[in-house]
């Protein structure tokens, strides 16, 4: 089904602009709405210039039900992405993360549920934080593990792989599929699971066909490099661009699943277009695990710099080990194939990163001395 109306929430944003630049692609009109927040739009809180000029843009946070409902009304699906994104600093501004995930989501479908609109489809942005670790599988036993967060005395003891609860034994990471158990680990990955759940459920409810995806590590041009607390290979960015080594939690194994920003893109159309994945959590990452070192080296390569990453051996509270993404359910339901790799994607952040050298803030060390004040690494 073809929808011809299409708001995008958080749509100035590093997924959102790039959702924006697919749809706009493929003829779609377009509307935005975004609160251009300080923390990735910077102090003046312009609109960015890399923003789609096609787009219809309203200055607006999702929970303004005033503004919302004029916008709503023009509109026959939403791609709602508007959210705060920060693992560390939501455990310690947490009513700041409630009220601009889950509230603010809250505030989006009483909407939907209360005014008279024409919204046909939903798709809403969740994430693998949700799922805390990852899925492991233990050899010795031969079966399958879902252990819970590393305790602090063996992080303590920098004992840093997960043990199988049975036989003792080193666990082996397998792919995460939609059906882990949910172990949300923090405050945000618990308003991830809100906003999944109430678009999933009053979309159900009210007969709206709605799709969660479930993000892996998403990277690319127009992450915000002066935002602290976004993804690593942003952080990694910002740091070589100020002569810093990129700084590395624990050994720098731990592994993850980076997606381009631009396959993120395609995915949120294709899961726009797709009946097939109606009602469906569906993970959208490439399947393929990269240790966070890994990502260091990359960049040092790509920058062309000489800066020896720093292993610190220390830990963030709430991190998970191992987590990449078992992706056939969106090959099945949405016929999504990722497109980059990292070698082929990587370059597109440097690139980005150069040109906008003076946006590059390295708050690396005052966000980690925020962290280590409070006890969180
Ligand atoms: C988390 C969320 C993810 C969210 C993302 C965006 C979880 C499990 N996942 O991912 O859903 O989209 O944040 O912020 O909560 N690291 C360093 N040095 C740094 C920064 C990070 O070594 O300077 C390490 C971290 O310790 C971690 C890995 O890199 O092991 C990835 O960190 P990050 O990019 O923050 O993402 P996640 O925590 O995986």
Same mark, same amino acid.
């Given at each position: ?156 003891? *920098? !004992?840093? =792989?997960? +043990?199988?609860?049975?036989? #003792? $034994?080193? %666990?082996? @990471?397998?792919?995460?599929? &939609? ?114 070192? *890994? !990502?260091? =080296?990359? +960049?040092?390569?790509?920058? #062309? $710099?000489? %800066?020896? @990453?720093?292993?610190?051996? &220390? ?63």
């Amino acid at each position: 089904m073809k929808y011809e109306k299409v708001l995008v929430t958080g749509g100035a944003g590093f997924i959102g602009s790039h959702t924006v630049d697919t749809l706009i692609e493929k003829n779609y009109s377009v509307y935005v709405v975004d609160n251009l927040d300080q923390q990735v739009h910077g102090i003046e809180r312009n609109l960015p210039t890399y923003f789609n000029k096609k787009a219809n843009f309203t200055f607006c946070d999702v929970s303004n039900t005033e503004v919302l409902r004029d916008v709503i009304e023009d509109v026959d699906a939403i791609i709602h992405l508007a959210a705060r994104v920060g693992v560390a600093q939501s455990m310690y501004d947490i009513k700041k993360y409630m009220d601009a995930n889950t509230g603010a989501t809250a505030s989006l479908l009483n909407l939907l549920v209360n005014e008279k609109n024409s919204i046909k489809k939903l798709v809403v942005a969740s994430s693998m934080s949700i799922y805390g670790e990852g899925k492991y599988y233990c050899e010795k036993c031969a079966e399958d593990r879902y252990p819970a967060l590393r305790s602090t005395e063996r992080l303590e003891r *920098k !004992i840093w =792989e997960h +043990l199988c609860p049975d036989c #003792n $034994s080193p %666990l082996k @990471p397998l792919p995460t599929d &939609e059906n882990k158990p949910q172990m949300p680990s923090s405050i945000y990955a618990m308003s991830k699971r809100h906003q999944e759940e109430m678009c999933l459920l009053i979309g159900k409810t009210y007969g709206i066909p709605t799709v969660a995806l479930r993000y892996l590590n998403v990277y690319g041009p127009r992450q915000s490099l002066s935002n602290p607390y976004t993804g690593v290979c942003a952080i990694f960015a910002q740091r070589i661009l100020n002569q810093k080594p990129p700084f590395m939690f624990e050994d720098g194994k731990q592994l993850r699943d980076f997606i381009h920003v631009s396959d993120v893109a395609k995915a949120n159309v294709l899961a726009l277009e797709s009946s097939l994945a109606n009602y469906q959590s569906i993970n959208i990452g490439t399947g393929r695990p990269t240790s966070i070192l *890994k !990502i260091a =080296e990359l +960049l040092n390569d790509m920058f #062309n $710099s000489s %800066l020896v @990453p720093y292993i610190s051996g &220390e830990y963030r509270t709430g991190d998970v080990r191992h987590c990449y993404g078992d992706i056939t359910k969106a090959r099945n339901l949405l016929h999504f194939e990722p497109s980059m790799n990292l070698e082929k994607g990587m370059p597109d952040l440097v690139n980005w990163s150069k040109l906008n050298k003076d946006h590059a803030q390295d708050l690396f060390e005052k966000a980690y001395n925020e962290l280590k004040s409070r006890g969180l690494t």
